[in-house]
């Protein structure tokens, strides 16, 4: 069993920055493909980036790509989503997500967090 805790929300202007954090509980986190998800008022849930259990290899979103980056700290137990020149249709709960391959974490996780809400104001 995993528990994914996020924090680093909050409030941002449009072409700011933001950096979440997401800390799991349990001694094999580093066995884990790790992920972030976002979810905007009235949309599905949609993939943001994924990273692979030592970090080796990445994954973004195509509306991501360039601007978000997604780091993994294993002896911390925590995932990073470094997010830059963020844009108001952005504005969504961002969820953490764990599965035990990144094919995994991507499509079905099998374990997510509560989520964070991110606002970008206009």
């Known amino acids: 069993q995993v528990q994914l805790v996020e924090s680093g929300g909050g409030l941002v202007q449009a072409g700011g920055s933001l950096k979440l954090s997401c800390t799991a509980s349990g001694r094999t986190f580093s066995t884990y493909a790790m992920g972030w998800f976002r979810q905007a008022p009235g949309k599905e849930r949609e993939f943001v980036a994924a990273i692979s259990w030592m970090g080796g290899s990445t994954y973004y979103g195509e509306s991501v790509k360039g601007r978000f980056t997604i780091s993994r700290d294993n002896a911390k137990n925590t995932v990073y989503l470094e997010m830059n020149s963020l844009k108001p249709e952005e504005t969504a709960v961002y969820y953490c997500?764990?599965?035990?391959?990144?094919?995994?974490?991507?499509?079905?996780?099998?374990?997510w967090g509560q989520g964070t809400q991110v606002t970008v104001s206009s």
């Open positions: 997500a764990a599965g035990l391959q990144t094919i995994v974490v991507r499509t079905r996780p099998e374990y």
